[in-house]
């Protein structure tokens, strides 16, 4: 462990739980900001040729530099940040629980062995579980963002359309539906895809850190540090985390008969199955490239965002 990991440490010990989350909260709104419109772009990959064999159906989307375009084309350049309050909204909730919790269980030497290391097992852990929270709490949010960044112009439009006109109506339309039942429509969704994603994230960023820390170009560092380990850890979260963005995006965004019910899909595993049965392994891997582009920079701006603000407070504070 560095002179200034111990100097932060010291320096920010007696801050309280409520501080870490707000840190967290913070860095992630601001990181979610500017990877936003990638995340629309995404979630229409992700929709398009939904349970539909390759080859078999019209693409909107070429690719994702296509999609860009024709969603600024046929609905404005605002419409690449659709979905931004709810977005920035869970952000919140998911990463101030997350990266608080993290960032606690490091401080006390929850996550770390004797010689202050990344513990693989425990790290993953810890930072699955506190994700899992975030997600399940912040559900709500995740549904109308969703739901939100799907709705498209007629000539480009995928998946199913709610035609909501903003986002109050989309929560006041749910709660109508079936209250809070309907508000928590397809929560389970998120469980897999956060518990792999802040395991992957948190745990490998912890080793990468570890393994560049002693080398000299990062000696007293710390910023750069953080945005060499973050930009590889965020590499691996894409590529584990991709199968169940696919799944919560499609099961999140599925219509409902008059019972609730979902229209396609009856739950997670179900899901799996057809989605893997019509569209192939390729089809749980719709939007990967996206999904790297968004989440490779929304890592490194969120935890860089997280050292300086923390650095920031614990000099305030020394």
């Not at 860009?68 to 309050?85: N, P």
């Not at 992957?200 to 007293?220: A, H, I, K, N």
Request: include cysteine.
């Amino acid at each position: 462990m560095s002179a200034n990991d111990k100097k932060m440490r010291v320096a920010t010990h007696d801050k309280p739980a409520g501080v870490e989350f707000a840190i967290g909260a913070t860095a992630a709104v601001g990181a979610g900001f500017f990877t936003n419109p990638i995340d629309v772009v995404k979630i229409r990959l992700q929709l398009q040729g939904e349970l539909e064999a390759r080859g078999t159906y019209t693409r909107a989307y070429r690719n994702t530099f296509h999609a860009a375009y024709q969603i600024a084309r046929h609905e404005g350049l605002l419409a690449l940040q659709s979905g931004l309050v709810t977005a920035l909204g869970f952000q919140v909730v998911l990463n101030g629980t997350r990266l608080g919790s993290y960032n606690l269980a490091k401080r006390y030497e929850l996550i770390v062995n004797e010689a202050g290391d990344t513990n693989v097992f425990k790290t993953a852990t810890i930072s699955g579980i506190a994700g899992c929270v975030g997600a399940v709490l912040g559900s709500p949010l995740y549904l109308v963002k969703t739901q939100l960044q799907s709705q498209s112009a007629k000539s480009i439009a995928v998946g199913h359309q709610h035609n909501h006109s903003g986002t109050m109506s989309a929560f006041r339309t749910l709660w109508r539906e079936g209250g809070v039942k309907a508000l928590y429509r397809g929560w389970y969704a998120n469980i897999p895809r956060v518990f792999v994603g802040s395991a992957t994230q948190l745990t490998t960023f912890g080793l990468f850190s570890d393994w560049l820390r002693p080398m000299e170009m990062f000696t007293d560092k710390p910023i750069f540090l953080t945005f060499v380990a973050s930009l590889m850890g965020g590499s691996c979260v894409a590529l584990t985390m991709q199968p169940f963005d696919v799944v919560a995006t499609r099961l999140y965004n599925q219509g409902t008969d008059a019972k609730g019910r979902g229209s396609l899909y009856n739950g997670l595993f179900d899901a799996l199955y057809k989605i893997f049965r019509t569209e192939g392994v390729f089809g749980l891997y719709k939007g990967v490239f996206p999904t790297w582009m968004r989440i490779t920079p929304h890592t490194v701006l969120c935890l860089v965002f997280y050292e300086k603000i923390a650095r920031f407070l614990g000099d305030s504070n020394a």
